[in-house]
């Protein structure tokens, strides 16, 4: 259900319709997270060392997995806001240098507190489209009006990452070659343990370094990495992680060109086994800054593959 | 059993149609993007789908792609330099090929239904198969069964897909439009190769029901329509054509070749003069009464003046062909050659001159010395072509025309002047003919090289130009067509190619596309016309809305240059030889040595005349016909059936002299 389609139907039931509201991911901070440091399990050495990234065979990425997210308020019953939600997700497959579609998946909803909106209205709802509770587990009594947007922010996120979590997880079910990942890719065991996958960070809000450790982060060049560490969270599957510049940070700021890489931990491995899989998959990432991702603003640090999806999904979503 | 699926269900799409507010569609224009390996370009036939009934009906929209467009998701040209880092021979090493695209701008050739006319929608596009092709080209309405009046021009390709292209025959040749336009620069637009297969074609498919038709070809330059009934080497590709074509690989049955003499005379002055090839060459000449016709032709306006002409009228009708009397000439005059009428010339001056009168029939001295001067000059401008004794050899014009049959008048070598004279007499007595429905065939179609010398723009107005302006305005109603080829159309009149039905394009000048008259073609169409590799054409049609690329084979005939090695021509034949040649082609008993005894017993002149007349009269008995033109000298003994000589009798032992017989 398009937008236009889900404002009708709202203000057919008594909601009064928004139009003109920006997107909820625009009006989002992107500064609202706290910056911070975590200081890491070391994995391939004993602190944290810069290595470059020796010339040898690349680990080949096969395809690439990005996903979008599109949210917009649009009507509110009383003060509430309620949420139109538009999520996709695609794998762009690479034959012969070029890129396809090799499966692609998008859901739309309405996201809107059950226990606030009228019965009739969810009713109504839930009989034309999917809709998603946003009042679920929120705690009782009044909320602030923005506080439902947040909610519905942040569930039509999940949304999305469950669709890319899926296409990933049948990815590595079905397929045999390396999938190139935007994003952290701990939050589904499936794909965290899979050694099809690496995950390409590109935002550093939080920093796995501690210490001087932190100006060593600084000093890489293009082409190094950090040694490996591990990240750990209570509800994330533990990945091997490292830092890699792609390009030199010369006269721009200290993180220009630097991305923090995900893959599946290789209990057991030899300690040059260890260092001679992270250099490939390096390796297969630094191969992935030609052609240039230009003119995407974050071109420094993004591959080409996931731009192509990303044009991808804003094509099919518009 | 299921039902029959729609043909668009079986054929690969080859494109989508889109459309933005920067870029919509039109009822005349739209744009489809396709795989980057699509086999189509600029001039492709394309077919739309609609997506929605219109009327109950869904739109088939046909067009033509004019425009093409790439381009990657680049932004700037700087970005790939960054990408890879400077160096060209890294770019290509990427593990991603840029996304591309190949967006095509077609226009529209015909929509289906015709009404309402709307813009194009966003379908599929199909390549456009034969039957697409007659239905994007309205073709199909002159190639129905019982009606059809198609006449190939080409085969139009794509996809590897080869469809025959028809002009219609009631636009080529009249009644409805007529004449065709052949542009481009020498050498490489194939324009004699062009009209020489579209002639071909014509012979081939013209409909027995409208009519019978022939072609007449002035040889301005070359020898390149001197072979026309002779083989010449085609390949395989070129017999393919001629097959889905639906003409033969042959070269043409029945060609007549007219050339004058030689200004010595004896001599026809063609690349055709060679024996083996005389069979079907007749000589063209010309006497006083032909010419005098069309003196206007070869005389200066500027110096012909209104007591001029009326001089001249008055030989014309008082003079020439009659016996003339005037008291104050010496003696009475009948005026059939140059000779005669310089002869005529001189008395009157003569009798002016003892009287001591300045006018003779209301004519100045002046005036008389100035047309005198002029009309015998023509002889001698146009030697060769106007003979002294007033005998002619023309073209069959009195009911002689065959059908399909090409006469190819040869005025290569002829001056300028006679040139424009040929021209304007061959024409005017066709139209005369036409008129009077007594050539022999109902439509005749007239190819004229170089119509940027005949008919220029921008020159001063000539005679040849208004008989040109006369046939391209009104001889479609007639059966008189014109077929005119030039390097620059910008500068041939433009009532002459406003007026052609159909025009053809082969490889152009830039300077020449540049001309405003181009401009309705788009830029990449115009491109395309600057490269346009031998064998291709680009067609306008009445029915067709947009030009259209086509294809056509080599013409099974001999080159010209292949030709002129194989048969070279006979510069420095002597005059025996020559005439010895041409009698030899009326009668195969003729022989040299007769030939030369007859030139030792005569003057040169006296034996051409007897040539001539001999060619003319085509008697039973040549020989004994060309003898007999020659006069008392001639040999008693009949080279054909020589008496035998008498045996020396053997005298008398004491007579050895023979005195005693």
């Known amino acids: 259900m398009t937008p236009e389609a889900a404002r009708r139907l709202l203000a057919s039931l008594g909601a009064r319709p928004v139009s003109g509201a920006g997107g909820l991911e625009l009006q989002r901070d992107a500064s609202a997270d706290p910056p911070r440091l975590v200081d890491a399990e070391l994995r391939e050495s004993r602190r944290l060392e810069v290595r470059a990234v020796p010339d040898g065979q690349a680990a080949r990425v096969d395809a690439f997995l990005d996903g979008r997210q599109a949210s917009q308020v649009i009507a509110h019953a009383g003060l509430v806001p309620l949420v139109h939600g538009h999520v996709g997700a695609v794998i762009r497959a690479r034959h012969d240098r070029t890129l396809s579609t090799w499966r692609a998946s998008q859901t739309t909803a309405i996201y809107l507190p059950r226990t606030v909106v009228a019965p009739d209205v969810w009713a109504r709802c839930a009989e034309v489209t999917e809709v998603v509770d946003t009042s679920r587990d929120a705690a009782d009594g009044p909320q602030h009006p923005l506080a439902w947007a947040d909610r519905a922010y942040h569930q039509v996120q999940a949304a999305r990452e469950a669709l890319e979590h899926a296409l990933a997880a049948e990815w590595v079910a079905t397929q045999g070659g390396l999938l190139y990942v935007d994003g952290g890719i701990g939050k589904d065991d499936r794909v965290a343990t899979s050694p099809q996958v690496v995950g390409v960070i590109k935002s550093h809000r939080t920093l796995y370094v501690a210490g001087d450790a932190v100006g060593l982060l600084a000093s890489l060049r293009a082409g190094e990495r950090t040694t490996a560490f591990a990240i750990t969270s209570p509800r994330r599957t533990t990945v091997l992680s490292w830092y890699l510049r792609l390009r030199d940070p010369d006269g721009r700021e200290p993180l220009f060109g630097l991305v923090r890489l995900e893959v599946a931990t290789r ?27 230009l003119p995407d603003r974050r071109w420094a640090v993004m591959s080409y593959g996931i731009r192509d999806c990303e044009e991808y999904l804003r094509a099919v979503m518009a | 059993m299921t039902d029959a699926l729609p043909d668009e269900v079986h054929a690969p799409v080859l494109g989508r149609v889109v459309a933005t507010e920067k870029r919509p569609n039109t009822p005349h224009q739209f744009h489809f993007w396709t795989a980057v390996d699509a086999p189509v370009g600029i001039g492709t036939i394309v077919r739309v789908v609609g997506t929605h009934p219109v009327s109950g009906v869904i739109p088939s929209i046909y067009g033509v792609i004019t425009d ?34 190949r967006l095509y701008t077609a226009a529209v050739l015909r929509q289906v239904p015709d009404e309402p006319m709307q813009p194009v929608p966003m379908g599929q596009v199909f390549l456009a198969d034969d039957q697409d092709v007659a239905i994007a080209l309205r073709m199909d309405g002159y190639l129905r069964e019982g009606a059809r009046t198609g006449i190939p021009v080409g085969v139009y390709t794509a996809g590897g897909m080869q469809a025959p292209i028809y ?22 637009a194939t324009k004699t190769s062009a009209v020489e297969f579209l002639l071909q074609s014509i012979f081939t498919h013209f409909p027995a029901q409208k009519g019978k ?324 054409l680009m067609v ?55 030939v030369q005894d007859q030139l030792a017993l005569h003057d040169e002149k006296a034996v051409l005349k007897a040539l001539r007349a001999t060619e003319l009269a085509r008697p039973k008995e040549p020989i004994k016909f060309f003898l007999s033109q020659l006069g008392r000298r001639v040999a008693a003994s009949s080279p054909i059936r020589p008496e035998p000589r008498r045996p020396v009798q053997a005298g008398p032992a004491d007579d050895p002299y023979g005195f005693g017989d």
């Open chain 2, 540 to 594: 306008r049609h009445p029915h067709f809305t947009q030009p259209v690329f086509v294809r056509f084979p080599r013409p099974a005939i001999l080159r010209g240059r292949d030709g002129a090695d194989r048969w070279p021509r006979q510069h420095d034949a002597s005059l025996d030889a020559a005439v010895y040649a041409r009698l030899w082609q009326l009668d195969a008993s003729a022989t040299l040595p007769l």
């Open chain 2, 68 to 101: 093409a467009l790439g381009y990657s998701d680049l932004e700037s040209p700087l970005h790939d330099v960054l990408g890879a880092d400077g160096s060209p021979a890294t770019a290509n090493a990427a593990p991603t090929r840029r996304t591309e695209i």
């Open chain 2, 213 to 536: 038709v022939a072609a007449v070809c002035f040889n301005v330059k070359g020898p390149d329509l001197c072979y026309l009934d002779m083989p010449g080497e085609i390949d395989d590709q070129d017999r393919a054509l001629y097959a889905a074509l639906g003409i033969p690989a042959t070269p043409f049955e029945r060609v007549q070749y007219f050339a004058p003499y030689t200004a010595r005379g004896g001599v026809l002055n063609t690349a055709r003069a060679h024996p083996d090839l005389l069979h079907n060459v007749s000589p063209l000449t010309w006497g006083l009464t032909q010419v005098l016709q069309y003196a206007e032709v070869l005389l200066n306006k500027d110096d012909v003046d209104a007591k001029a002409d009326a001089l001249i009228d008055f030989i014309r009708e008082q003079v020439v062909e009659r016996e003339f009397s005037d008291g104050m000439l010496a003696r009475s005059h009948l005026v059939r050659s140059f000779a005669e009428l310089d002869d005529w010339f001189k008395d009157v001056l003569r009798a002016l001159e003892q009287k001591d009168d300045q006018s003779w029939r209301t004519h100045h001295v002046a005036t008389i010395r100035k047309v005198r001067n002029r009309l015998i000059n023509i002889a001698t401008r146009c030697a060769g072509l106007v003979t002294d004794d007033g005998s002619a050899s023309d073209l069959p014009f009195e009911g002689g025309f065959a059908d399909r049959t090409v006469y190819v008048v040869d005025v290569a070598n002829l001056e300028e002047d006679a040139q424009d004279l040929v021209f304007a007499r061959v024409v005017s007595r066709l139209r005369e003919q036409l008129e009077r429905r007594e050539l022999g065939v109902d439509h005749v179609i007239v190819f004229v090289d170089e119509l940027n010398k005949y008919a220029p723009s921008d020159a001063p107005d000539t005679y040849v130009r208004q008989m040109l302006l006369d046939i391209a305005e009104r001889g479609r109603y007639l059966g008189l067509v014109l077929f005119g080829a030039q390097q620059f159309r910008s500068q041939v009149h433009r009532r002459v190619v406003g007026n052609a039905g159909t025009s053809l394009f082969g490889r152009m000048d830039a300077d020449e596309l540049a001309a405003p008259g181009y401009a309705t073609l788009s830029p990449a169409i115009r491109t395309k016309l600057s490269a346009l590799e031998k064998g291709t």
């Open chain 2, 167 to 188: 002009l219609d025959a009631d636009f080529l040749l009249g009644p409805e439009a007529a004449h065709a336009t052949l542009t481009g620069v020498s050498g490489l």
């Open chain 1, 267 to 293: 209990e057991g491995a030899a300690a040059g086994e260890l260092t001679a899989h992270l250099d490939a998959i390096s390796r297969g990432v630094l191969a992935e800054r030609a052609p240039v991702a």
